[in-house]
């Protein structure tokens, strides 16, 4: 087991019961456990900032009546396969598709995939949600 450090923290009593607000609302059980996240959090931002091997999901709602817009984002990621590693399609109504990509690769490249897709004309919304391998990061 990793040995533990204990460390003080000055916060402004509004700030505070803010945090201590969010904590109760995603059911943290400690303001430690809460912190280890902001901090966990950053430190995979960093990762993505430094270009380091990374991986993401990019979600996206298009209209696939949309005259060839369906085969653009096929080709795009036909493009880009070698950081594509899985992907759901879900009809979400008569006229929508959501469009769910898991991609691995350098934070750069991955950004390149998402812009490429997202920017397509028809599709309605999307997000690059960025993460890590998990390799390096500590519990």
Request: include cysteine.
């Amino acid at each position: 087991m990793k040995q533990l450090a204990r460390f003080g923290v000055s916060l402004d009593q509004d700030l505070l019961a803010d945090f201590d607000r969010l904590i109760e609302r995603r059911r943290y059980t400690n303001r430690s456990e809460a912190i280890r996240d902001l901090i966990r959090d950053n430190l995979v931002g960093q990762q993505w900032d430094e270009n380091r091997e990374t991986v993401a999901t990019i979600t996206f709602v298009y209209d696939h009546h949309v005259p060839g817009l369906t085969g653009k984002l096929t080709h795009i990621q036909h493009d880009f396969q070698g950081h594509i590693m899985a992907g759901m399609h879900v009809h979400l109504d008569h006229d929508h598709c959501l469009e769910v990509l898991v991609a691995k690769g350098k934070g750069a490249a991955i950004r390149k995939v998402a812009d490429a897709l997202l920017s397509v004309k028809g599709v309605k919304h999307g997000k690059l949600t960025m993460t890590t391998t998990g390799k390096g990061l500590s519990i």
